[in-house]
């Protein structure tokens, strides 16, 4: 690995000053409840109250407000199974260009509806059978578009990482950071800003069962891939951790923790009913983590819940039993 590692500190207070005043500066909930069931000080980083309702916005943006004046004219392009592609949605918008999405066929429909409810226009495959990243290169090269990858991308990587710079500022003294991982870009940038903040800081992150390529590359010190995941957790749904974010995962992350759709289930089920807040499946692995102690030894533990997208009838359908 280069000693010069892709992605800094730097980057990430750089990208936090071009968020400043765009992105929002969600909130960390606390709950007696929580604290108590799992045995420790929990800090809840919401970024499913920031813009889009998912940490994506952060990355997407920065990302996006980089591309020269010629380049945001042409238009913006993404390939996404739904967070990604609202976030460069709205950064297109913000910045004045325009966005052709390329999603899943089985996104959920509140995300692809709230897509093209951003100006995007949204073209569709099918996630078991298409490669989506020859998929979405093919698209931009042909229409000439700037393509903004959902976490293989520097920028992107420090944009993600801001969330975890904020709540390290807001609350001194974590042991332990617990963060949400599917490609790896949340994850990598959370670490670059926490583990440069401070290097004693654990970082741990937590993929559905089904999703678990990040913890079989980390274990076998070269990147694994998988068969397309099959769970609730559809913001996760990844099959191979991406370059440049294996390269930092494999650099910073401690560890990685499995829960099952039926944990992420009761997790979800408790943030509604106890901390009446509203999460994705991919938004409360972490807190599932947490709830059935997969992560030990934690006293003040930070935990993203990186989403919040999910209609009321899938929120339904998943924890109304």
């Not at 967070?83 to 429909?109: C, F, K, W, Y």
């Not at 090269?141 to 801001?162: F, K, M, N, S």
């Amino acid at each position: 690995m280069p000693n010069t590692p892709p992605v800094t500190l730097d980057d990430v207070r750089d990208a936090a000053g071009r968020l400043k005043g765009v992105a929002h500066r969600t909130p960390v909930l606390r709950s007696r409840t929580l604290d108590e069931l799992v045995g420790a000080e929990v800090y809840l980083k919401c970024e499913n109250l920031q813009r889009v309702g998912a940490f994506k916005f952060r990355g997407a943006y920065n990302a996006a407000s980089r591309l020269s004046a010629e380049q945001l004219a042409a238009g913006i392009a993404a390939y996404s199974s739904g967070n990604h592609a609202q976030a460069v949605a709205l950064a297109a918008r913000e910045l004045g260009s325009t966005a052709v999405i390329l999603m899943p066929e089985d996104t959920p429909s509140s995300k692809r509806e709230a897509t093209a409810g951003y100006g995007a226009e949204v073209l569709t495959y099918d996630r078991y059978t298409g490669d989506r990243v020859a998929l979405g290169e093919a698209m931009a090269a042909e229409r000439g578009l700037a393509l903004i990858p959902p976490y293989e991308h520097p920028h992107v990587i420090a944009g993600q990482g801001t969330a975890a710079l904020e709540l390290a500022e807001e609350v001194e003294g974590l042991d332990t950071l617990v963060v949400p991982v599917g490609g790896g870009g949340l994850l990598a940038g959370s670490a670059v800003a926490a583990k440069g903040l401070d290097p004693a800081i654990r970082v741990v992150g937590v993929e559905p069962e089904a999703g678990d390529d990040t913890k079989r590359s980390l274990e076998a010190g070269a990147r694994v891939s998988i068969p397309v995941p099959r769970t609730i957790a559809d913001g996760q749904a990844a099959s191979t951790p991406g370059e440049l974010t294996f390269s930092l995962n494999r650099r910073l992350v401690d560890g990685i923790e499995l829960v099952s759709d039926d944990e992420i289930r009761g997790a979800m089920r408790l943030a509604f009913e106890r901390l009446k807040t509203v999460t994705e499946p991919s938004g409360a692995t972490g807190l599932a983590a947490l709830l059935n102690r997969r992560v030990a030894g934690v006293r003040r533990v930070g935990v993203i819940i990186s989403g919040g997208n999910i209609d009321a009838r899938r929120f339904a359908e998943l924890c109304g039993g």
